[in-house]
């Protein structure tokens, strides 16, 4: 099976642009505050036309925050000294009782990659554990391949998220220094791979602040095209999250302003209409208040980025890492600059609403939340 990682490379290499992408790139170049706003209208016109008044809501549910990798922007990367957990299937499932009782049927379970922990057995048995009472379920771990994707769907999940971070090689691999996301072309193919495995929705997306956001952008917009023309059975989304404060404490060195993010998100819009578009609770409440009509269709709310953090579920099993090794929490030193007793989450997040006051705002804003809007049943 292709992928676009032959695409990519004449990007790069032969400045490739389709007459979408030549439209992207003008609509993301550098503009007065007036043409932003007038592309917004645009934008946010697309919006209603294309998906009424309607914004589908979902939630996170951490699994592990244990990893191999050396990410050197992410709280997880394997050498920082965080505490760390794997919930069990039984404390998965309370995490999901607690979410649904607050109305979610729509459910992301991330982890980190160690395939110690999070194998492809775990990940099947958290999902046909809630499978009854959640009806769309997606997953963002490690990359696998097609037939293990065709494992999960199997068991339940009908959704694959999987962000490249940045599509600019020579950062990638400045920033990923260990474990299997080195590999740069498995990570950009993983995608095709989660399509022949049969995922009806895939997520994909960069996170800004890594490289020049315009950069990653237009490549973010090509992978979609090569995607919609080549993985057509599938629905798309896309998530432009930009950077958060995070154990490691890296410090971004390509910024991007809220203009910017508006204009990105809006270009995306007008140029691809019937894509879903994600907002995170990592953007605070003023700005994704303002950014909910503009183009956004689906929305994370009362998020939590650490393993248990919406029961307190995993505490019993707390430990330390340093450098990879497992460090039990009795032979903490005394020192310690680690105070708290949860498990430490991949970043903080910026709007910290609960699930029912964003409900009340979407209906401020004359938007209608929707917590539900898949069942296998459609199929049968």
Same mark, same amino acid.
């Given at each position: 099976?292709?992928?676009?990682?032959?695409?990519?490379?004449?990007?790069?290499?032969?400045?490739?642009?389709?007459?979408?992408?030549?439209?992207?790139?003008?609509?993301?170049?550098?503009?007065?505050?007036?043409?932003?706003? *007038?592309?917004?209208?645009?934008?946010?016109?697309?919006?209603?036309?294309?998906?009424?008044?309607?914004?589908?809501?979902?939630?996170?549910?951490?699994?592990?925050?244990?990893?191999?990798?050396?990410?050197?922007?992410?709280?997880?990367?394997?050498?920082?000294?965080?505490?760390?957990?794997?919930?069990?299937?039984?404390?998965?499932?309370?995490?999901?009782?607690?979410?649904?009782?607050?109305?979610?049927?729509?459910?992301?379970?991330?982890?980190?990659?160690?395939?110690?922990?999070?194998?492809?057995?775990?990940?099947?048995?958290?999902?046909?554990?809630?499978?009854?009472?959640?009806?769309?379920?997606?997953?963002?771990?490690?990359?696998?391949?097609?037939?293990?994707?065709?494992?999960?769907?199997?068991?339940?999940?009908?959704?694959? !998220?999987?962000?490249?971070?940045?599509?600019?090689?020579?950062?990638?691999?400045?920033?990923?220094?260990?474990?299997?996301?080195?590999?740069?072309?498995?990570?950009?193919?993983?995608?095709?791979?989660?399509?022949?495995? #049969?995922?009806?929705?895939?997520?994909?997306?960069?996170?800004? +602040?890594?490289?020049?956001?315009?950069?990653?952008?237009?490549?973010?917009?090509?992978?979609?095209?090569?995607?919609?023309? &080549?993985?057509?059975?599938?629905?798309?989304?896309?998530?432009?999250?930009?950077?958060?404060?995070?154990?490691?404490?890296?410090?971004?060195?390509?910024?991007?302003?809220?203009?910017?993010?508006?204009?990105?998100?809006?270009?995306?819009?007008?140029?691809?209409?019937?894509?879903?578009?994600?907002?995170? &609770?990592?953007?605070?409440?003023?700005?994704?208040?303002?950014?909910?009509?503009? #183009?956004?269709?689906?929305? *994370?709310?009362?998020?939590?980025?650490?393993? +248990?953090?919406? &029961?307190?579920? +995993?505490?019993?099993?707390?430990?330390? &890492?340093?450098?990879?090794?497992?460090?039990?929490?009795?032979?903490?030193?005394?020192?310690?600059?680690?105070?708290?007793?949860?498990?430490?989450?991949?970043?903080?997040?910026?709007?910290?609403?609960?699930?029912?006051?964003?409900?009340?705002?979407?209906?401020?804003?004359?938007?209608?939340? !929707?917590?539900?809007?898949?069942?296998?049943?459609?199929?049968?």
């Amino acid at each position: 099976m292709t992928s676009f990682v032959e695409k990519l490379r004449e990007i790069d290499e032969n400045g490739w642009r389709s007459p979408l992408l030549r439209r992207f790139e003008n609509l993301i170049a550098p503009a007065a505050p007036a043409q932003i706003e *007038s592309l917004a209208q645009e934008s946010a016109a697309l919006t209603r036309q294309y998906f009424g008044r309607t914004m589908r809501l979902f939630a996170p549910i951490y699994l592990s925050n244990e990893c191999v990798n050396n990410c050197e922007y992410c709280g997880f990367s394997r050498d920082n000294p965080i505490f760390r957990v794997t919930l069990t299937v039984e404390q998965v499932a309370k995490e999901v009782r607690h979410l649904a009782a607050e109305g979610f049927r729509n459910i992301l379970l991330v982890a980190g990659e160690h395939p110690k922990f999070v194998s492809s057995g775990y990940l099947e048995r958290c999902i046909r554990a809630i499978r009854d009472e959640i009806p769309t379920i997606a997953i963002e771990v490690g990359p696998m391949e097609a037939p293990e994707y065709r494992d999960m769907v199997d068991a339940g999940a009908e959704g694959l !998220v999987v962000y490249q971070e940045t599509y600019h090689r020579e950062i990638y691999a400045k920033l990923h220094t260990a474990g299997p996301k080195k590999n740069f072309d498995w990570r950009l193919a993983c995608p095709d791979r989660g399509y022949e495995g #049969g995922f009806r929705r895939i997520g994909i997306g960069a996170l800004l +602040g890594l490289a020049d956001w315009r950069y990653d952008a237009l490549r973010l917009a090509a992978h979609l095209e090569y995607l919609e023309k &080549t993985c057509w059975k599938s629905s798309f989304t896309i998530s432009l999250p930009r950077m958060r404060p995070a154990a490691g404490e890296f410090e971004p060195e390509f910024m991007i302003s809220d203009a910017e993010f508006v204009q990105a998100i809006c270009a995306f819009r007008v140029c691809f209409p019937q894509l879903g578009i994600v907002l995170s &609770t990592r953007e605070p409440q003023a700005l994704r208040d303002a950014m909910f009509p503009l #183009g956004i269709t689906t929305i *994370s709310a009362g998020s939590h980025t650490e393993p +248990g953090g919406y &029961t307190g579920e +995993g505490r019993d099993d707390l430990h330390l &890492t340093v450098k990879g090794r497992r460090v039990e929490l009795e032979e903490e030193k005394p020192d310690s600059e680690c105070e708290k007793r949860d498990a430490t989450g991949q970043f903080d997040i910026a709007d910290e609403r609960t699930p029912q006051e964003i409900a009340a705002k979407l209906g401020e804003l004359n938007l209608e939340p !929707v917590w539900k809007d898949w069942d296998a049943s459609i199929l049968k």
